[in-house]
Every structure is written in structure tokens, then in C-alpha cells.
């Protein structure tokens, strides 16, 4: 079991700067303290687990011996890295508090707790002057980092700096599987605490370690439970940890844009509260240390490139000094690029540190282990000239050797160049704080008049989370913004609203764009619009995060390790207007002092209340409030007191009206109460009843969905594939099933699950396993959908019921015939590899479409691509071609044939013609004996569209788009009293993507209403 962090270990060539001997040129040497003696029964043991001389340095093949402070094994009862012994988060916190009390070297620190209640710690040590005063060193380092206070003076700076100790945050377990590093964080944490050697005396003295021992603590006690379970069954195969967190799984390495993760917001606390220099993350996946701190191209292009040289010089330094200890395979360049700043470590780059993982080799646990390796992992590269073995037994104290020497040496090296190295962390912030006017832009405004009030006040408060500060202006302001762009027809091209207010609209050619981007026009922004202004110390997470990404095809990086576009303005679908006139810094504006909220509460008297539907997704949470109230939703825009409505608005009746008022503002959102309902059309809508299904295959991407139902309140069943397979009556249950994306195996594993050859595989609470279970439970996870399982959803939409599928569950959909008249194409050329995509409404009138404007940008990760069809199946089922060809005969190319000998046919039929995203209109002949032909009721509705090719990328890569471009996005496919609704792109993505969630929400909510506004075809 290994990381998939690094998925491909051959590297794309690349040229590099080695800037490893700018500084500190020699590395200090470690020499023991011939006056402390070494720990001989703990030395004899890291001697015996270690399998060979090189898999260890001189800095980690001993133990210094203290009279005072207590080595792990006190803890673990047996040396760090012992075979058969893995440590819960408890009893790695539990150490470190026994070395706080036994030493004035280290203090232990409560960080904050995880979903499941477990706690965070962070740990720092240093000599004991420089912690007894770690607050006063601590305010030192906030004026640093903050370089306003003293009106960004270097002398002061300098002053300030001469009395510094930097802090190097280092983090471990963030991924369970990757068992290695709690036990050599506590050993790391001992040696420096207790290691007189001049060389750990000079780390001590020169920087403030701070460790996370394990970050994801509720996916560690799971793994150790899953090992503990396979240690007692050492002749069967283990479950795999199926839940880390209690959300996701490797993508809690994902989420330092959006911030939905108890861990993340307590890891940005814990960086900011110490105001750390350095956040290094510690992974294991290929052998035998890849410091991808180096990494590969493209770098993310809103650092300060003084950051991109340090990661040089720590990169190849570090890794330096291993290969000088003859320790193989130990290499800084390699397959991972730096391009999306959502990775924990990220937390450090984008706040004026310096970020590093090391990719380390695990056995995931702590078996001892014969390892072979491929030829690719041993082959010596330009970058790997000291390359793993091709065979070796690997102990998880050759892991932790690596572990503790990379940190090491990393340590002193930073220790040495302290000054330095503060002094960029000085420089990097100030030029933050000067990149408004230097590099710009000089803010970023979000216009008080937006049309979704909740949907701009979220993402503010994400900016806040961040840390970034937000001003609102306390009267109108006029600045110079991008001019708008003149379309064909003379009118101002709206495109998508982010994009065209940002004046990036992307269907421009990038030559006619740079011409178009000198001209500028003024605009005015009302007062109570908000700025993120860009000369703060944040500047550059706020700019990566509302800032376009683009990402050429022709990059010499052709496999791109994340998502490569994420625009958050557009992903939200808010207003957000990039601003390089710097007149705008001095619009009258003051700092919040607390969170955005949208203003709420209730205007106006009257026994109805209305509520406009813009897309909110407050408005899910307000449903599910008053359960028992009476909803309806209007089938048209309409005005009352004087107000506009959107479709989809909601019309309450009989809630209670203080509670709702309450309800109103704490949500931050604006009702209007009416003495009598408007004279529009509505339909009533409940509060369905949700069936939420997961497999046993993979919970990643579906938890991302999971975490957005549980903070808005929207209660639901969460339900395995093998409880759909044994319910016959899912309908009686259940109004609205939601299955969102697997991530694993495609539509046959889902139907199949695990291979049934071996034992059965639990996941559930046992005394033996006390961590398993809780988040749902079964004796056995092999067993998938099944047949049974495909036929029980089958009979629930037929009943009735709403099955919402994305990406490969639609793909589940349309292969098991779901879908009728739904086909998928697999895609040729196109690379959407996590992108940001125009997509458009073609059928307002659909209830799923309610609270939306025309276009919308969707995150799409390769979705399928579908093509409609009024017939099933059978030749009738293709797409006549786009263009026929003439055959060969007389005349030009578009001149008609003309048979000779008899006058020409007069009644040349018109081939029928349709839009990508249409069905193609029946011919006289399909309907001649329509057996195939779908009744127009039942035929597949589009509501939403991928945009044209020309427009179809807002931010991101993308290539050979013009095989996704048109194509139906999210189609409403009625079956009997029932439906299926098919998504390509992915609506609820790493709460990144809030402004499509209200797309499922507006499914839920009208899930027996679907048909409204329909217009069928003729025949
Ligand atoms: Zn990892």
C-alpha cells in the first residue's frame, strides 16, 4: 500500500538551477558528545531492524542516552520503527507530553480536534531559553510577517531578525496508509531534545522545530486498527482503510484551497498562531526518499520566485547530504508539479514560507518486507545518480532512518542559514504587501449589487478562513476595469458573469486578448462592494485563489498531478473583478473586523413569505429547517413589493415567523413578506427524503457531497451498495437516491465490488478494531451493487423515485440502461484533467435549472461525454454524419448529382438536423413502425450544455475540447413515473465548486415535479 502522490516516477526532462551550494556550503558534521553516552539497548535495536549499513546515516544509527527524559519506548516498547508496532495518535501524543514534562526543551500544544472529536497537537522544541521566551520570539516573528506594522523598514527588519529563531513546521500521517512517520517524529522529537551533540546543540539553538505528529489522527487509529486486525490474522488479506477521515481520503492532501477539513483548519491555525517559517509534509510512496520539494513544472504561478530558489537550495542540499552518507535513492527532481496550491504543505508557500514533502518508501505498517522494485524505480537517472536497489528488504526502520536523516540534516542546514532564510520570509511578505503596485493587481472587487448575496459572503469567508484580509467600501468608488468586449452583433458580451466582469472572457484569441486588454473603461462600484486588497501579506493565496489559470497544451508537462484550473469566482458563480487600476486602493473602504455575512432577515409585512431563488445554497439548508411548512416554488419569474423573483423562488406559508426571521439572518438570507401569494404558477415542494449511496471500493470523491449535506443540514441515509442490493423496496424509503462518483473501477466494479477469492472483509466496530465501523459498517466488503442491486434502483425510479448520478455513475447509468436514448462517446484527444468549463442552460423552464442565469462554470475531470438519440439502440441510435459528403458525379463539390436519362427528383428530403447537445429529429421512416422510437414524454431532457469550443475554457488545460464542446452536461432522463439525472461534470468538488451545487439541490427539492416547463416534441 503506497501513496499515489507520486503516480508516475519517470520524470519529463526538464532543465534545473542547482542552487544547493549557494549557501552553507559544507553542511555541518555530526560528532556524538564523548561525555553522553549512548542508549545501548535502544542502539542494539535500531542496529538489528536496520537491514543494511547504508540504509542509515551517522546522525540516526544510535541513541543518545538521558538520565531525564524518556525514550518512545516508553511508550511503544520497543525502539521507533520496531517490526510489528504501530502507535495510535493517543500514544504518540501521550510521548510527547511525557517529554514536555521531563524537559524545558519542548511544549506541547493543542491545535484543535478532527471531525471525530480526536486531537491535533503541535509540538515545539528548542533550547530551553528560546522557549521560555516563545511568546516574545513569537511577536517578533508576527512583525515580520507582517511588515506593515513598521511601514515595511528594512533596518527595522533587520533589527528585528538580529534576536529571531525561525519556526520549521514539520507534519506527519496526513495520509494513513503511510504509516512511517509518527514513530520517527517521536524519535526525531527525543534526539533533539536529549542529543548533546554539537550538532543537534546548534539546531537547538538556531530554530524552533514545530511537529504534527499525525495530522489525519482519525484515519491513523483506523489504520492501526486494520494493522493490529492483520497482525492477529497474519494468513489472511486486510480490508483496506476505506475511510481515512470521515470525509475523504488521500484528497485531505487537496484541500488548502477550499478549507472544508477539521485538519486543515487546524494546520492553518497551528502555521499562523506560531507564525511559521516552513511547513514540511512527510509521505511515503516511492523508494527511498524523493524530497519532492524541487518537484517538476510548472510551478504555481502566483509565488514569489525567491520562494521557487529556496526550494532549490533546500532541495538539492538536503538530498545532498544523504547521498554523501551513501544512503541510495535518495533524489530531489521528479514527476510532481507544483501547479495547484490546494496541498497542505501549500499552506507554508502560499503565506511567504517555504513548503517541502518528502516522499519516503513505506510498507503500510511495519512489516518487515522482501521489496522489489521495477525497473524504472531502480534505473539511475540525471536526477537519481545513487538509485534504489532493485531488490531489498525494507523495514519500517530503514523508513524511519531516512525519515529522521532527511529532517536532520534539513534542520541544520536551515538552522545554519537562519538569517537568511528569515530574512526572505521578511522580503516575501513585504513584497506581498508591494505586489499592488509593483506586479498587481491592486485588488480584487466583488460588487455589492451581485444578484447572489449568500454565494459572495461564502467566499469571502473562505478568503477569511485563509486568513486574508477583506475591506468593504463605505461609499461608491470609480476605477478602470478591462472594457468589455464588443460581440458581432454591437452588444456587449456578457459570456460567463465571472469572466466577463473580470474582462478575461476566454473566447477571445490570446493575441486579440492582449490587444484587448490595454483598453480599459471606467466603472462605477456601489458602496458596500467588498475589496481583497493586494497589498496585504496574503496577497498572492487570495490572487492564486480569484485569479485565472492557464495551462497550454503544449506544456513540456504532460501529465498534470492535480487539477490544473479552479478559478473561484467562477466555481462559485460570483462577481469578481480583477482591478490593476491602482486608484482603487484608495477607495473609502474599512477592514472587517469579523466574517462576511450576507445581510438576512424579513422585509415588509404579510402572512406570505418569499424568497428569491438565486442558487444559494442556503436555500437547502432552509428547506430542511421548517420541515413541516408549507413550500411552493414559482414556475416563473414574477414581481411583488416591488421585487424581482427568479424561477424556482420559494413561496412559505405557515412557518413560524420569529423563528424564520432568526432562521433568515443566520443564514444571511432576505425574505419578503406579502400580504397575499403572487398569480404565478407554482408547484408545492417537500422536504424529500434522501438515500445516499456509497460503494466499499472507494469513499474519496463521494465524501466531498457527504460534507457539504451534513453542513447545511440536509439529513439523508448513507447507504452501501450491498443495503441497495438487499432492499427491494427502495421507494417506500426513499424519494431522492444519490449516487455520486466512485472514483474506482468503473460501472462493472461497481456492479461486482472486490474480487470474492480469499476471506471475508469486515469493516465494523470489534474490540479487536474499536476505530472501524462508526461511519457505516459491514461483515464483509467484497460483495458491489450486484444485479439485485441495479434491479432494486431500477424498480425505485420506476416507481417514482429521482436516482442522481455524476461522472462514473452516470456512465454506471447509461451502460446498465438507465438512460434510454443517453450514449456515451469515449473521448479521442481531450484532456479536461480537472478543469474550469463554460457550460450553458438550454432549458430554463426545467426546475433544475431555477436560480441560475444562462451560462454557469462546471469543474469537469474528463466527464463522460454524452450523445442523445430519440430511438434506442440499433442503427437508429447513431448520429447521421455532421457534414455528408457528396459522392463522386458531375458538377462542383456542392452542386447536386444528376442521374442522366431522366428528369431531376424534385423531392430531394432535408436531412434532419440537430445541435450537438439535441437528439436528431425522427425521420418519416423511424416512424414508419416506431418499435425503437422513444415517446417524446419519456425522451432525455437537456437542461445544460457544455459552451461551444471557441468558449469552452475558463481556466485550466484543455485540448481536443472540441470533442466535449455542445455536448449535453447534465440531462433529466424520465423513466415511467420516475427519473435518472445524469451529470458529466461534477457538481460538488473539494468545496470548490459551490456555485453547481443547487443544480442537485433544485433535483432534490422538485424530485416528483421534473417534468415542469417541459416543451415535448411534435412526434
Ligand atoms: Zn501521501
Known amino acids: 500500500m503506497t501513496c499515489d502522490d507520486v503516480r508516475r516516477t519517470i520524470a519529463t526532462l526538464a532543465l534545473v538551477v542547482i542552487g544547493s551550494s549557494l549557501l552553507g556550503a559544507q553542511g555541518a558534521k555530526y560528532a556524538p558528545d564523548p561525555r553522553q553516552p549512548n542508549d545501548e539497548e535502544y542502539t542494539r535495536k535500531i542496529r538489528e531492524y536496520t537491514t543494511e549499513p547504508f540504509f542509515t546515516s551517522p546522525l540516526v544509527d544510535h541513541l543518545p542516552a538521558s538520565k531525564t527524559v524518556p525514550t518512545p519506548s516508553v511508550v511503544l516498547g520497543d525502539v521507533a520503527g520496531a517490526p510489528g508496532i504501530l502507535p495510535y495518535s493517543a500514544d504518540v501524543h501521550d510521548y510527547m507530553r511525557r517529554l514536555e514534562k521531563a524537559s524545558r526543551r519542548a511544549r506541547v500544544f493543542s491545535i484543535g480536534k478532527s471531525e471525530e472529536g480526536r486531537e491535533m497537537i503541535a509540538v515545539a522544541i528548542a533550547d530551553e531559553a528560546i522557549l521560555a521566551k516563545y511568546d516574545e520570539n513569537r511577536a517578533r516573528l508576527a512583525r515580520l510577517a507582517d511588515p506593515r506594522s513598521f511601514n515595511l523598514d528594512d533596518a527595522e527588519a533587520e533589527r528585528v531578525m538580529a534576536t529571531t529563531v525561525p519556526v520549521y513546521y514539520i507534519t506527519g500521517a496526513l495520509h494513513a496508509g503511510e504509516t512511517g512517520s509518527p514513530t520517527a517524529l517521536m524519535e526525531l522529537a527525543y534526539r533533539l531534545v536529549a542529543d548533546e551533540s554539537p550538532y543537534i546543540r546548534a539546531i537547538r539553538r538556531s530554530v524552533i522545530t514545530l511537529i504534527t505528529p499525525v495530522v489525519e489522527v482519525d484515519g491513523r487509529d483506523r489504520q492501526v486498527d486494520v494493522y493490529k486486525w492483520h497482525l492477529a490474522h497474519p494468513k489472511d488479506n486486510w480490508p483496506q482503510v476505506v475511510y481515512w477521515g470521515k470525509y475523504v481520503v488521500h484528497d485531505n492532501n487537496r484541500d488548502g484551497m477550499g478549507v472544508k477539513l477539521a485538519l486543515t483548519r487546524n494546520v492553518i491555525g497551528a502555521f499562523m498562531d506560531h507564525k511559521a517559517q516552513v511547513l514540511h509534509d512527510l509521505h511515503e510512496s516511492v523508494p527511498y526518499l524523493y524530497d519532492n520539494t524541487v518537484g517538476d513544472g510548472p510551478y504555481n504561478a502566483w509565488i514569489d520566485p525567491i520562494l521557487a530558489d529556496e526550494w532549490q537550495m533546500l532541495g538539492y542540499h538536503n538530498m545532498g547530504e544523504l547521498t554523501r552518507f551513501g544512503m541510495p535513492g535518495a533524489f530531489a527532481h521528479g514527476d510532481f508539479d507544483t501547479w495547484t496550491p490546494g496541498y497542505l504543505m501549500f499552506i507554508a508557500a502560499m503565506r511567504n514560507g517555504v513548503s517541502r514533502l518528502y516522499e519516503t518508501f513505506g510498507n ?162 456601489p458602496a458596500g462592494s467588498y475589496l481583497v486588497r493586494m497589498d496585504q501579506p496574503y496577497s498572492r493565496l487570495a490572487d492564486a485563489l480569484l485569479d485565472h489559470q492557464y495551462w497550454s497544451p503544449n506544456d513540456p508537462q504532460k501529465y498534470p498531478y492535480d487539477d490544473t484550473g479552479w478559478t473561484f469566482g467562477e466555481l462559485f458563480n460570483v462577481q469578481v473583478v480583477r482591478v490593476i487600476d491602482p486608484r482603487v486602493l484608495d477607495a473609502a473602504m474599512q477592514k472587517l473586523a469579523g466574517e462576511v455575512v450576507a445581510p438576512g432577515g424579513i422585509d415588509g409585512t404579510g402572512p406570505v413569505m418569499i424568497v428569491n431563488h438565486d442558487a444559494d445554497p442556503r436555500l437547502m439548508a432552509l428547506r430542511y429547517r421548517f420541515k413541516d411548512a408549507s413550500f411552493d416554488v414559482a414556475e416563473e419569474p414574477f414581481e411583488a413589493a416591488g421585487r424581482k423573483f427568479n424561477r424556482g423562488s420559494f413561496i412559505i406559508r405557515d412557518a413560524d415567523g420569529d423563528t424564520l426571521r432568526k432562521t433568515a439572518i443566520e443564514l444571511g438570507l432576505k425574505v419578503q413578506a406579502v400580504a397575499a401569494a403572487p398569480g404565478v404558477r407554482t408547484h408545492a415542494i417537500g422536504a424529500p427524503r434522501i438515500g445516499y449511496v456509497h460503494t466499499w471500493l472507494s469513499t474519496q470523491d463521494e465524501g466531498w457531497w457527504r460534507l457539504e449535506l451534513d453542513a447545511l443540514g440536509v439529513p439523508y441515509d448513507y447507504i452501501s451498495t450491498q443495503v441497495v442490493a438487499a432492499t427491494r423496496d427502495l421507494r417506500a424509503r426513499y424519494d431522492v437516491i444519490l449516487f455520486p462518483p466512485v472514483g474506482r473501477g468503473g460501472p462493472q466494479a461497481i456492479v461486482a465490488g472486490l474480487p470474492m477469492w480469499g476471506n471475508p472483509l469486515p469493516w465494523k466496530t470489534t474490540p479487536e478494531t474499536p476505530n472501524i465501523g462508526k461511519i457505516d459498517s459491514t461483515d464483509d466488503m467484497r460483495p458491489g451493487l450486484g444485479w439485485a442491486g441495479l434491479a432494486n434502483l431500477e424498480a425505485f425510479v420506476r416507481a417514482g423515485g429521482l436516482l442522481v448520478t455524476t461522472d462514473d455513475t452516470s456512465d454506471l447509468a447509461v451502460s446498465y440502461g438507465f438512460a434510454p436514448g443517453v450514449s456515451i462517446t469515449r473521448p479521442q484527444r481531450l484532456k479536461a484533467p480537472g478543469t474550469v468549463v463554460r457550460a450553458k442552460f438550454v432549458d430554463p423552464a426545467s426546475p433544475i435549472a431555477y436560480g441560475y442565469g444562462d451560462d454557469l462554470s462546471v469543474y469537469t475531470s474528463n466527464g463522460p461525454i454524452f450523445t442523445l438519440s430519440n430511438t434506442l439502440g440499433g442503427r437508429w441510435g447513431r448520429r447521421a454524419s455532421e457534414e455528408p459528403e457528396r459522392p463522386t458525379g458531375r458538377g462542383t463539390a456542392d452542386d447536386p448529382d444528376q442521374p442522366q436519362g431522366r428528369p431531376p427528383a424534385r423531392d430531394v428530403p432535408e436531412e434532419p438536423k440537430a445541435e450537438k447537445w439535441q437528439a436528431l429529429p425522427l425521420t418519416d421512416e423511424q416512424l414508419r413502425n416506431p418499435v425503437y422510437v422513444i415517446p417524446p414524454a419519456q425522451r432525455p431532457r437537456v437542461v445544460l450544455r457544455y459552451g461551444d469550443a471557441r468558449d469552452l475554457l475558463v481556466s485550466g488545460l484543455l485540448d481536443g475540447g472540441s470533442e466535449l464542446a455542445q455536448h449535453a452536461a447534465v440531462i433529466d432522463v424520465p423513466i415511467e413515473k420516475g427519473h435518472v439525472l445524469l451529470f458529466s461534470p461534477n457538481p460538488v468538488w473539494r468545496g470548490e465548486t459551490q456555485g453547481s451545487y443547487f443544480l442537485v439541490f433544485n433535483a432534490i427539492l422538485n424530485f416528483d415535479q421534473l417534468g415542469s416547463g417541459r416543451t415535448l416534441d411534435a412526434r
Open 364 to 525: 503500510g505498517g511495519a512489516d518487515t518486507v522482501e521489496r522489489t522494485l521495477s525497473p524504472r524505480e531502480y534505473a539511475r537517472t540525471w536526477y537519481r545518480q545513487n538509485p534504489p536497489l532493485p531488490k531489498a528488504k525494507w523495514s519500517q526502520r530503514n523508513n524511519n532512518n531516512y525519515q529522521q536523516t532527511g529532517l536532520l540534516t534539513a534542520l541544520s542546514y536551515y538552522g545554519e542559514n537562519s538569517r537568511t532564510f528569515l530574512r526572505n520570509f521578511y522580503l516575501k511578505a513585504k513584497r506581498s504587501v508591494l505586489k499592488a503596485k509593483t506586479e498587481g493587481p491592486a485588488a480584487y472587487v466583488f460588487p455589492a449589487d451581485d444578484p447572489r448575496p449568500g454565494a459572495q459572503a461564502e467566499l469571502l469567508r473562505v478568503l477569511q478562513r485563509q486568513g486574508c484580509e477583506v475591506s468593504r467600501a463605505t461609499a461608491a468608488f470609480t476605477v478602470d476595469v478591462p472594457a468589455k468586449r464588443k460581440a458581432k452583433d454591437g452588444k456587449d458580451d456578457e459570456a460567463a458573469p465571472g469572466a466577463a466582469a473580470a474582462g478575461t472572457a476566454t473566447d477571445a484569441k490570446p493575441a486579440e486578448k492582449k490587444k484587448e486588454g490595454k483598453r480599459t473603461e471606467p466603472r462605477q462600484f
